[in-house]
């Protein structure tokens, strides 16, 4: 069964770091492409950062620029996504997905797997 389970989330002060996981059972992540999405109370989802199979092509929201970097260790069948200097708007359900391409987009519609959400919460 192909299963991606999240873990990292938690309650950060505002200006702190966490880094989420996103780790794969039941195939090999060395062949998909993986996005990281957020949700919000209230609002729609939204696409964060992808990260392309083949080639390490990355991509991030103007919002996250420079503050997050995702990652990936096929090792560990895993995926990273490093969040520094955090914000109380970056508080959301925190989602990665999975598609077999060598191609990354930050739609959710491109994305055929999914893991079951991490919280954030940033807060003083």
């Known amino acids: 069964q192909l299963q991606l389970v999240e873990s990292g989330g938690g309650l950060v002060q505002p200006g702190g770091s966490l880094r989420l996981s996103c780790a794969a059972s039941?195939?090999?992540?060395?062949?998909?492409?993986i996005g990281w999405f957020r949700q919000a109370p209230g609002k729609e989802r939204e696409g964060v950062s992808c990260?392309?199979?083949?080639?390490?092509?990355?991509y991030y929201v103007d919002s996250v620029k420079g503050r997050f970097t995702i990652s990936r260790d096929n090792a560990k069948n895993t995926v990273y996504l490093e969040m520094n200097s955090l914000k109380p708007e970056d508080t959301a359900v925190y989602y990665c997905?999975?598609?077999?391409?060598?191609?990354?987009?930050?739609?959710?519609?491109?994305?055929?797997?999914w893991g079951q959400g991490t919280q954030v919460t940033v807060s003083s």
């Open positions: 990260l392309s199979s083949s080639n390490g092509y990355t």
């Open positions: 039941g195939f090999s992540l060395d062949y998909y492409a």
């Open positions: 997905a999975a598609k077999e391409e060598a191609m990354c987009l930050i739609s959710d519609r491109w994305y055929d797997y």
